[in-house]
């Protein structure tokens, strides 16, 4: 099974600055079946990425992946909220424990 | 409007079963794996299992294998979680997800419902 482990756990950051989130893998996987997801309280999570670095419908172009990492350019208040990676290079399929970015 | 609605959920004794279900609307359901995703109250995500477009790849988390059966019945455009000797740690938010891509087994998830919750306790 291949883990991910995001960091950092906790980013305190204001509106209007930038976004770096990592995610590493225990295996080998190429970063081609990577995704990210946004997941805001007492909602369901929403996709941002796949395949890294294409963005979902919908997505605004703050948003964007490279290789293992997310980067919000800049922080709406909206964007504040809990991200996940996934990879999908085989089942079983796993997510990342999830960085929390939150309001400075 | 694209959307999954899952259905089933409860409290349950541990040790006993409970079947979820998952109605999709809006796509052509048989042309998508489609696969579970539960959430412990305030943990993370867990892929539970997937279920290729025909049933003919199946999959589970070690956590749940021999006691989860997942199934889909792609007349009915639905997906179900036949789950067995349930334990207080299967407590969580479930949640049912489609595969972003066509025919693929493992996929990023495009779709998913506002999920169901299950608690296990006595």
């Known amino acids: 099974e291949i883990v991910l482990t995001q960091s950092p756990d906790t980013l305190s950051l204001s509106p209007g600055e930038r976004a770096t989130l990592s995610c590493r893998a225990s295996?080998?996987?190429?970063?081609?079946?990577l995704a990210w997801y946004q997941q805001k309280p007492g909602q369901a999570p929403r996709l941002l990425i796949y395949?890294?670095?294409?963005?979902a419908t919908g997505i605004p172009d703050r948003f964007s992946g490279t290789d293992f990492t997310l980067t919000i350019s800049r922080l709406e208040p909206e964007d504040f909220a809990v991200y996940y990676c996934?990879?999908?290079?085989?089942?079983?399929?796993?997510f990342g424990g999830g960085t929390k970015v939150e309001i400075k | 409007d694209v959307q999954l609605v899952e259905s089933g959920g409860g409290l349950v004794q541990p040790g006993r079963s409970l079947t979820l279900s998952c109605a999709a609307f809006?796509?052509?359901?048989?042309?998508?794996?489609m696969y579970w995703v539960r959430q412990a109250p305030g943990k993370g995500l867990e892929w539970v299992s997937g279920?290729?477009?025909?049933?003919?790849?199946?999959d589970y988390a070690d956590s749940v294998k021999g006691r989860f059966t997942i199934s889909r019945d792609n007349g009915k455009k639905s997906l179900y979680l036949q789950m067995n000797n349930l334990r207080p740690e299967d407590t969580a938010l479930y949640y049912c997800?489609?595969?972003?891509?066509?025919?693929?087994?493992?996929?990023?998830?495009?779709?998913w419902g506002k999920g169901t919750t299950v608690i296990v306790s006595s």
């Open positions: 395949g890294a670095s294409s963005r």
């Open positions: 997800t489609k595969a972003g891509t066509h025919y693929s087994y493992s996929s990023y998830m495009d779709v």
């Open positions: 279920i290729n477009w025909n049933s003919g790849g199946i």
């Open positions: 996934q990879q999908y290079g085989g089942p079983p399929l796993t």
């Open positions: 295996q080998s996987v190429t970063s081609r079946y």
């Open positions: 809006g796509f052509s359901f048989d042309n998508y794996a």
